[in-house]
Structures are given as C-alpha cells and as structure tokens.
C-alpha cells in the first residue's frame, strides 16, 4: 500500500547557488526512503512542481554512497544572487520548496521515515521545540 | 599515522569572530583558513580600490588579525585568508603593521597575487579568444565590456604551498578559490604533488575543504536537524583532522554549541554542487559519489574514499559588471482581509508605474508570508491570514527609474486600504551582475611576496 505524501516526510534538504543555478541537495532520511526518492522523482515531476520559478533543465545525481540525490536546476535564480528580484536571492528556500513535491511513498517505508526526527532526538538530545 | 589539524574561521565576510579566536585558542590546530569572499565581493572591493589605491581588501581584517594573530603566533598556528580580496598587497602591509605593533618580531608575512585577470582578458580577446557566459551561453563579451569592473580567476593551491615551504606564517591572497585555504596546507605537510599518483588524495583534501570551508554550516548551521543543534549563539566552527592516507576526521572544539553529525556533514556534502561526481577545482576535480562518511563518535565524523581525477584545463573567472539598480520596498496589512488588502496594493501600485511610466526590466511582487521564499510551490489561499506584508522590487537601468519603486510604495500608505504599515523604505542599490567564465590556466600566474616583521 503507497500513501501520497509530502517529499519532507522522507528527506531533508539543503540548498544554494552557483550564478543562476540553484543545486538542491536531497538527504533520504532512511535507505528505503533512498530506494523511494530514485524511483519517484523524476527531471519531469521536479520542473513540473516549480513551474515558472525553473526556467532551464533540471538534472538529477543519485549519491548511493551517502544515501542523496542531488538536484541541479538550470536558470532558476533569476539570473543570479547579485542581480536577482527574488527574495531569497541565493536559493536556500529552494530545498523547502522541493520537499512539498509530492511522492507515493509505500506505508512500511514512511512509517519508518517518521521516526527519523525522534531517532535524532533520542540521540543527540533536544535542543528546542 | 601523522595528522594535521586544520580550522575554518570564517564562511564570509561578517561572519563571527570569537568561534575563530576559540578555535585558535582551544583547538589544537595547524591552521586556519579565513573565507570572506562571496562571488560579488570582488567587484564591490574592485570599486572601493578605483577610489583609494590603499583599499579594496577585506577591511575586516585588521580588528580579525588583531585578535587571531596573539593566539596563534603563541601556539604556532598558521593563518591563510583571502581577506586581501582587490588588494592583497596592501592587506599584507596591514597584518605586518599588526604584527610588528603586537611586537611578533621575525613573523613572515606571503602575499599571493595573480588573480585579478582583467589586464589579461584584455590581451587574449585581442588575440580572438572568447569568453562565453556560463550561465546564459550569451558568446558576445562586447555586450558589457564598458561596465566591467573586476574579473577574478579562481585560483589554486600553488602559490600558497611555495610560500609555507618558504616559511610564512600567515598567507594573505585575493581570489584563491576557498577550497585551496584547506588544499593547500595539506598538500604542504604531506609533500604531495600535482602528479597522477596524488589524484586521489588531493580529491581527499578538496572534498573536506568543501565540507569546513563555510565554517558553522557542517556544524549544525543552516540544519535540517537544528532542533536537535545545541546552542548555536557559541557554535563551534569545524576542525579537520586530516590524515596523510587521505581520511579526515571533522570535530569542534569540546563544550562549543553546535552539532558534527552524520546529518549535519552529509547537508554540506551535498551544498552548492553542480555534478558531485565532478567537483572541479583549481587544484582537481573530486568525484564525491564514492566519498564515505561515518559518525565515529560525539562530535567526530570520519569522511573518506574519495576519487579523484588531476587538474582541470582551465579555471573559472567571475567577470563582473555595472547592471542597473534594484529598488524594493515593502508594506505590511493587517486583519481582517489582509491579503486581499495586499493584492488590492499590488494593483494599486502596477496602476502607478503605468501612470509615472516605470522602464524597468523588471518589475516582481511577493506577498510576505505567503509566498515569498516559496513562490509556485504553495499556492495562495484565500486564509484568514493575522497579517501580510506585500513587496515589491524592480530593477531598471538608472537610479531614478528604481527609485520609483520607494517614490510609489510611500503613496500605497495613504491611498491603499486601512491599518496599512510600512517602515523606512531603502534607496535603490546598484547591481553588479556576473559573466562566469573560463580562462586556460596557462594564462594566468600566480606568485607570491614575503614580508618579514
């Protein structure tokens, strides 16, 4: 059984630029979620879920090694971070934005995705919240 | 097996002082490498030199060396910095002045110059090379060549090795590219080369360089774990344990805030990387799809494995250029309503650039927390929002065209809706934009001075 969840429930994200790239780094937050993300997202769902904010390609670098997809999108910066009317002039909002891409994600998979947070809580202890 | 131990002080320009001081003091390291520069700083330090030949470096650096350079002249720690941005040189006379008053007789100060390629760009496109916009493919440089004001190779490691082997204690540079703050002193320890068989051991130091060399973002900074991330007010800027086989080890300095975990290691692995399995540097090109990272204790993550694949051909240059200005101002709405209240303002004010005839290029409206940072991800729904601040910024070619925009926000407090509020709106700001692009290393030389206190 897939539930059709949120991309955040699986991974985390980190983003930023290079000129009017914006590279997304997706992190799985469990090997399954990682199985999950290579077989769900695609260049085609990813351009599709930020419409006009990705203007060129989107290219996509699965990272077994550490468990990541990285995520490089063409002429999405408006043209850069020095000359950019964006808000968020250099990208770091991008991963946020491509986390609420939405994926079907099997029950056992998410089930255990959820847990993630409480995992690193439980080791690193909780600082705040 | 032997060690060195390298720290990261700073990931741009204004960054935090008192963890690099911490780090000097309290981490037991070799060196430090200081990275102020984003990849506008050149040209805005390019500009402040055209009007006093004895600016345009980091000015940061002298209160930055007063305080760093005690602790580790004291601990025998080196420093190596891109600080002297425009104007190595004259940062250089300036940390020996420090020095000197600090009374650190015999202190060697290196000076690596050869980035500023503007004379030479010059030279080769009269020799018909050309230099197209990696961005936007755009071939013809004619189209900005009279509002160029800086263009800066991204350079390597070499100068600044050939200046530790003479000694140096402290090494100020322009635009080395940050990677090499960290290359370059392991390079020097180890004794390597830029030959085949230390390919994969320079990927090594690449790769951990790229994960320290913006300070606090691998120690907890910027996490998608920051919940779990202790006291970020005294976060620990990253140390480097690295290894002459090429495993490193990142740590913080003990009872520091901030969090070294798998997590926080993998997010910076993955940060501002075109194709991770071609990083290209000035000093090689890492592959990081083979890089292992393992949590091997509290605080302490091994990264290892790396590949690597020799020197690129060329090296990346940021041409930068006069591009207009931007002007952006914002007002905020309260309840009830408030984001209808917003997109009322939004054509209120589309309505007066028609009237005062705006020649933007650009003209962009958001709705603050609603969807500025998220764009067309979210959509905008029509919710009982407490407040919504609606911005606006355009960018035109002259000052005064953009000032429209602060000129036109003014009138929406009084011709908008009721309870609408704004602060002071900012003047417009000049835009540089950038022409990245590549130059054959073979044309740009690097060298080196040293002053001795």
């Given at each position: 059984m ?7 429930e ?5 983003s930023g630029?290079?000129g009017?790239?914006?590279s ?6 469990t090997s ?9 997202i695609?260049?085609?769902k990813?351009k ?5 904010m990705?203007k060129?390609?989107?290219?996509l670098?699965p990272m ?6 990285h ?9 850069g971070a020095?000359?950019t ?5 250099t990208g ?5 934005a ?6 079907d994600?099997e029950n056992d998979?998410l ?11 439980e080791?690193y202890?909780k600082?705040?919240? | 097996m032997?060690g060195?131990r390298?720290g990261?002080?700073s ?29 506008l ?7 402040v030199?055209?009007?006093?030949s004895?600016?345009?470096y980091?000015?940061d ?10 602790p580790?002249?004291?601990?025998g720690c ?30 060697k100060v ?10 030479k760009?010059?030279?080769?496109r ?15 440089l ?5 509002r ?17 082997k ?6 100020v ?6 990677n090499?703050?960290y ?16 390919f994969?051991?320079i990927a ?7 994960i320290?060399?913006?300070a ?10 920051w919940q779990?991330?202790p ?5 620990g ?14 740590t913080k300095?003990l009872n ?8 926080t ?15 290209i ?13 393992e949590?091997?204790g509290?605080n302490?993550?091994k990264?290892?494995?790396a590949?690597?694949k ?9 041409i930068?250029?006069?591009?207009g ?8 709405f ?28 650009e003209?962009?409206y958001?709705?603050l ?7 067309e991800?979210v959509?905008?729904e ?7 601040g ?6 035109a070619?002259?000052f005064e065209?953009a000032?429209?925009v ?8 009084t ?5 609408a509020h ?11 934009s ?9 044309e740009?030389?690097?060298g ?6």
């Amino acid at each position: 059984m897939k539930t059709k969840v949120r991309l955040e429930e699986i991974s985390f994200a980190r983003s930023g630029d290079k000129g009017d790239v914006c590279s997304v780094g997706l992190i799985a937050k469990t090997s399954k979620s990682y199985d999950t993300m290579i077989h769900e997202i695609t260049p085609e769902k990813i351009k599709s879920h930020f419409g006009d904010m990705v203007k060129g390609g989107v290219e996509l670098y699965p990272m077994p090694n550490v468990e990541c997809l990285h995520v490089v999108l063409r002429k999405a910066l408006g043209g850069g971070a020095t000359k950019t009317l964006r808000y968020d002039q250099t990208g770091k909002a991008m991963g946020q934005a491509l986390l609420r891409m939405e994926v079907d994600v099997e029950n056992d998979v998410l089930t255990e995705a959820r847990q993630t947070m409480e995992k690193i809580f439980e080791k690193y202890g909780k600082a705040w919240g | 097996m032997k060690g060195i131990r390298i720290g990261s002080g700073s990931s741009y320009w204004g960054d935090m002082l008192e963890p690099a001081v911490e780090l000097v003091e309290k981490g037991e390291i070799d060196y430090i490498g200081f990275d102020h520069l984003a990849e506008l700083t050149l040209s805005i330090l390019q500009r402040v030199r055209a009007k006093d030949s004895t600016k345009g470096y980091i000015p940061d650096i002298i209160p930055w060396m007063k305080e760093i350079l005690p602790p580790a002249w004291d601990k025998g720690c080196k420093v190596i910095t891109n600080a002297g941005g425009a104007n190595p040189e004259q940062a250089g006379e300036e940390v020996s002045k420090i020095a000197k008053n600090l009374g650190m007789k015999g202190m060697k100060v290196g000076v690596v110059t050869g980035d500023d390629v503007l004379p030479k760009l010059k030279e080769l496109r009269n020799k018909g090379m050309e230099f197209p916009n990696m961005d936007t493919g755009e071939e013809n440089l004619d189209l900005i060549e009279d509002r160029i004001v800086a263009a800066n190779a991204y350079t390597g490691s070499d100068s600044i090795i050939e200046a530790l082997k003479e000694g140096v204690h402290v090494v100020v540079a322009g635009r080395i590219s940050d990677n090499a703050l960290y290359v370059a002193p392991v390079m020097h320890e180890f004794g390597w080369d830029f030959t085949e068989p230390y390919f994969d051991l320079i990927a090594s130091a690449i790769t951990t360089g790229h994960i320290i060399e913006c300070a606090e973002s691998c120690t907890g900074g910027m996490s998608n774990i920051w919940q779990a991330v202790p006291e970020p007010w005294k976060i620990g800027f990253p140390i480097a344990e690295f290894y002459e086989n090429g495993e490193t080890v990142i740590t913080k300095v003990l009872n520091t805030g901030g969090l070294v975990s798998e997590w926080t290691i993998k997010e910076h692995l993955v940060y501002e990387v075109l194709d991770p399995r071609n990083y290209i540097m000035p000093d090689g090109i890492a592959d990081f799809s083979s890089v292992k990272i393992e949590e091997i204790g509290k605080n302490r993550v091994k990264v290892s494995q790396a590949k690597g694949k020799g020197r690129p051909k060329d090296l990346k240059v940021c041409i930068g250029y006069k591009d207009g200005f931007i002007g952006e101002a914002q007002l905020f709405f309260p309840w009830p309503d408030a984001l209808e209240k917003a997109k009322r303002a939004a054509e209120i004010i589309r309505k007066r650039f028609e009237i005062t005839n705006l020649q933007a290029e650009e003209v962009r409206y958001d709705f603050l927390g609603v969807n500025t940072i998220l764009g067309e991800t979210v959509s905008v729904e029509d919710l009982d929002y407490n407040e919504v601040g609606l911005r606006v910024a355009a960018k035109a070619q002259s000052f005064e065209e953009a000032n429209k925009v602060r000129r036109e926000i003014t009138h929406l407090w009084t011709i908008s809706s009721v309870g609408a509020h704004m602060g002071v709106p900012s003047h417009p700001r000049p835009v540089i934009s950038l022409w990245p692009t590549l130059i054959p290393r073979d044309e740009v030389t690097t060298g080196f001075t040293i002053k001795e206190v």
